[in-house]
T-cell receptor
Framework: KAGVTQTPRYLIKTRGQQVTLSCSPISGHRSVSWYQQTPGQGLQFLFEYFSETQRNKGNFPGRFSGRQFSNSRSEMNVSTLELGDSALYLC?????????????FGSGTQLSVL | DAKTTQPPSMDCAEGRAANLPCNHSTISGNEYVYWYRQIHSQGPQYIIHGLKNNETNEMASLIITEDRKSSTLILPHATLRDTAVYYCIVRANNDYKLSFGAGTTVTVRA
């Protein structure tokens, strides 16, 4: 069974640009959640989608947005990039709803903003 | 707000057991203790979780104190591939708002 796939693996952007990251969950998983990981802040929750609906949202500005498609694939978008957005962006998928046990993480997209 | 406290680093000899402590003195009754690890350049990997009973799976054992204020992850026979950052977190079921702190950097030496 294929794992969680994130593309691209590495990305370099400049301030002010926007970026779209993609996540393909494990087949059959309907929940996808996104996280930002930085050396200073650790791993922080961005948002979670289930059946194309955003169910949970973290404390990030509106520049961070996401969506989920009918095949459960998800994208996140960051507009007007800032230097502080440089981070490893991770997505995770889960198979159950309400009371899940395991999150399966992808390898992440390393975003560098110059 | 840090819900768990872990030592920043520890070394372990290959083939020996590695005991990773975690303090979570403010844990709520409905919160589970989860352990994840992250190997360099990879996403976090689930290891084990528990509520109040000790748990064991193919990867590790989890010992939770009776008052649930602390726990220990045991890697029974550490290998070089177990070198990673280990995160202890507490979360209620259906709580997606995970946040990992700095974790414990475990280095397994030959």
């Amino acid at each position: 069974k294929a794992g969680v796939t994130q593309t691209p693996r590495y990305l370099i952007k400049t301030r002010g640009q926007q970026v779209t990251l993609s996540c393909s969950p494990i087949s059959g998983h309907r929940s996808v959640s996104w996280y930002q990981q930085t050396p200073g802040q650790g791993l922080q929750f961005l948002f979670e989608y289930f059946s194309e609906t955003q169910r949970n949202k973290g404390n990030f500005p509106g520049r961070f947005s996401g969506r989920q498609f009918s095949n459960s694939r998800s994208e996140m978008n960051v507009s007007t990039l800032e230097l502080g957005d440089s981070a490893l962006y991770l997505c995770a998928s889960s198979s159950t709803t309400g009371g899940f046990e395991k999150l399966f993480f992808g390898s992440g997209t390393q975003l560098s903003v110059l | 707000d840090a819900k768990t406290t872990q030592p920043p680093s520890m070394d372990c000899a290959e083939g020996r057991a590695a005991n990773l402590p975690c303090n979570h003195s403010t844990i709520s009754g409905n919160e589970y203790v989860y352990w994840y690890r992250q190997i360099h350049s990879q996403g976090p990997q689930y290891i084990i979780h528990g509520l109040k009973n000790n748990e064991t799976n193919e990867m590790a054992s989890l010992i939770i104190t009776e008052d649930r204020k602390s726990s220990t992850l045991i890697l029974p026979h550490a290998t070089l591939r177990d070198t990673a950052v280990y995160y202890c977190i507490v979360r209620a079921n259906n709580d997606y708002k995970l946040s990992f702190g700095a974790g414990t950097t475990v280095t397994v030496r030959a």
